[in-house]
């Protein structure tokens, strides 16, 4: 049995989390062939993020931000090693210079790109400890260098697979050394261009990383280790009576992640549903409970719970022709060519007679651009401040949940689910 293992942030996040990640592969060792995907450690994304904008747009010390990151990499170390003399200190010390000798020059002006080389370094260095830890448990475990099995385009920041030549690569190396019975470990996230650069597959990417692994090895399951119980109904931070669901389908799991549940990321489901691999999301905390498994089908009679999702930060653009010409047909592939060629997603959008309005992430500076280039031929106005409420199966008594004292803005129902904007 083959099985794909992926870990985020919160569950390497320290050196205890680390140990406990470590108790779960050994827990599963004995029956599986493993690979493991691991993201960056705790909020080192972020973190790191800051250090391309102090390089990139010289606000900040980038130098000394990439420093504060390293000294925490290597506490954690020392914390799960016990001492600084292991090999692992060289490697992280290496793969911070790395990057520190960027500084040296000034950035190139592809933003994105000088992104990917830098951000990058989360999941290195997440997975180089993690690797070394777990050989330190005498688990005989192999790091491999993701970018040179995953290969993508030069989308930096959004690296698009090449399935092909992915495929290739993952299946010369991989299944000769599952065979000799070692687990794989290998970084989310990222990917390599076909000369040899870093890209980035967009934020919380590293799901999909493992389902792509999942897919191309043809994989009997996934289980994606998260600080939450499984896949609940709402998010529990902001509902209150958000409950598990034990089963769901690709076909709920991939509604409910597009609009917006961040239990994982959207792009996880297609490449499992195409092999039909079985994904589990389960807790790292409490590993011995069941979570939630994704298949096919839903049993027999399975009724789902309202499924409520919040998207917070909405902006509600309303276009309105200038001319008073229909927006119809012609308007609206000039409108959507525009916020493809910017990459906005909508999350929602509704049209009338003169005009179009779409609900979208209020990320200022995404759409400033989409905005100038909208008005050149429309009148646009913006309405900030709005959630988006997303509920699949709702019942009279969810609606009223979430729109108890709250200006509905825009609503679209179909049988199965209502969305609404609301203040
Ligand atoms: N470390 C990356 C992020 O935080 C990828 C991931 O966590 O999946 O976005
Ligand atoms: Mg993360």
């Given at each position: 049995?083959?099985?794909?293992?992926?870990?985020?942030?919160?569950?390497?996040?320290?050196?205890?989390?680390?140990?406990?990640?470590?108790?779960?592969?050994?827990?599963?060792?004995?029956?599986?062939?493993?690979?493991?995907?691991?993201?960056?450690?705790?909020?080192?994304?972020?973190?790191?993020?800051?250090?391309?904008?102090?390089?990139?747009?010289?606000?900040?010390?980038?130098?000394?931000?990439?420093?504060?990151?390293?000294?925490?990499?290597?506490?954690?170390?020392?914390?799960?090693?016990?001492?600084?003399?292991?090999?692992?200190?060289?490697?992280?010390?290496?793969?911070?210079?790395?990057?520190?000798?960027?500084?040296?020059?000034?950035?190139?002006?592809?933003?994105?790109?000088?992104?990917?080389?830098?951000?990058?370094?989360?999941?290195?260095?997440?997975?180089?400890?993690?690797?070394?830890?777990?050989?330190?448990?005498?688990?005989?475990?192999?790091?491999?260098?993701?970018?040179?099995?995953?290969?993508?385009?030069?989308?930096?920041?959004?690296?698009?697979?090449?399935?092909?030549?992915?495929?290739?690569?993952?299946?010369?190396?991989?299944?000769?050394?599952?065979?000799?019975?070692?687990?794989?470990?290998?970084?989310?996230?990222?990917?390599?261009?076909?000369?040899?650069?870093?890209?980035?597959?967009?934020?919380?990417?590293?799901?999909?990383?493992?389902?792509?692994?999942?897919?191309?090895?043809?994989?009997?399951?996934?289980?994606?280790?998260?600080?939450?119980?499984?896949?609940?109904?709402?998010?529990?931070?902001?509902?209150?009576?958000?409950?598990?669901?034990?089963?769901?389908?690709?076909?709920?799991?991939?509604?409910?992640?597009?609009?917006?549940?961040?239990?994982?990321?959207?792009?996880?489901?297609?490449?499992?549903?195409?092999?039909?691999?079985?994904?589990?999301?389960?807790?790292?905390?409490?590993?011995?409970e069941n979570g939630t498994i994704v298949q096919a089908q839903l049993p027999e009679g399975t009724?789902?719970?309202?499924?409520?999702?919040?998207?917070?930060?909405?902006?509600?653009?309303?276009?309105?022709?200038?001319?008073?010409?229909?927006?119809?047909?012609?308007?609206?592939?000039?409108?959507?060519?525009?916020?493809?060629?910017?990459?906005?997603?909508?999350?929602?959008?509704?049209?009338?007679?003169?005009?179009?309005?779409?609900?979208?992430?209020?990320?200022?500076?995404?759409?400033?651009?989409?905005?100038?280039?909208?008005?050149?031929?429309?009148?646009?106005?913006?309405?900030?401040?709005?959630?988006?409420?997303?509920?699949?199966?709702?019942?009279?008594?969810?609606?009223?949940?979430?729109?108890?004292?709250?200006?509905?803005?825009?609503?679209?129902?179909?049988?199965?689910?209502?969305?609404?904007?609301?203040?």
């Amino acid at each position: 049995m083959l099985h794909v293992f992926k870990f985020g942030g919160a569950s390497v996040k320290d050196a205890p989390a680390v140990r406990n990640v470590a108790d779960i592969v050994a827990h599963f060792n004995n029956e599986h062939r493993i690979v493991i995907i691991v993201s960056a450690m705790g909020k080192t994304t972020n973190a790191l993020e800051e250090v391309v904008d102090a390089y990139y747009y010289q606000k900040g010390n980038a130098a000394d931000l990439l420093n504060q990151i390293k000294e925490q990499h290597l506490s954690v170390s020392r914390e799960l090693f016990g001492h600084d003399f292991h090999p692992v200190f060289t490697l992280i010390e290496q793969a911070f210079a790395t990057v520190a000798q960027r500084f040296n020059h000034p950035p190139s002006t592809a933003y994105s790109y000088e992104y990917d080389q830098i951000v990058s370094l989360g999941e290195l260095v997440a997975t180089l400890i993690v690797s070394d830890y777990l050989n330190e448990c005498r688990m005989g475990v192999e790091w491999l260098d993701a970018r040179r099995l995953l290969r993508t385009d030069n989308t930096y920041r959004e690296g698009q697979i090449n399935w092909k030549e992915s495929a290739k690569r993952v299946l010369s190396v991989l299944p000769k050394m599952l065979d000799n019975s070692k687990i794989i470990i290998t970084q989310g996230f990222m990917g390599g261009t076909i000369e040899g650069f870093t890209t980035t597959l967009g934020r919380e990417g590293s799901d999909y990383t493992a389902a792509v692994f999942a897919n191309l090895l043809d994989a009997d399951a996934m289980t994606v280790w998260k600080d939450v119980p499984g896949i609940l109904s709402a998010d529990p931070r902001i509902v209150d009576n958000a409950v598990l669901i034990p089963v769901l389908s690709y076909y709920e799991a991939i509604e409910m992640t597009y609009y917006g549940a961040h239990v994982i990321h959207p792009k996880t489901i297609k490449p499992v549903q195409n092999k039909n691999i079985p994904l589990y999301v389960r807790s790292f905390v409490k590993p011995t409970e069941n979570g939630t498994i994704v298949q096919a089908q839903l049993p027999e009679g399975t009724v789902l719970p309202p499924v409520v999702v919040i998207k917070k930060n909405q902006l509600l653009l309303s276009v309105q022709s200038n001319d008073f010409s229909f927006v119809a047909e012609e308007n609206l592939s000039n409108i959507y060519q525009l916020f493809a060629q910017h990459r906005i997603k909508t999350n929602l959008t509704q049209n009338a007679a003169i005009s179009f309005s779409a609900c979208i992430d209020n990320t200022p500076n995404r759409i400033t651009e989409l905005l100038d280039e909208l008005a050149e031929n429309y009148t646009v106005h913006k309405n900030e401040g709005l959630e988006l409420i997303t509920i699949r199966h709702y019942t009279p008594e969810a609606i009223a949940q979430h729109t108890q004292n709250r200006e509905i803005l825009l609503e679209q129902k179909s049988r199965h689910t209502i969305q609404m904007v609301v203040k």
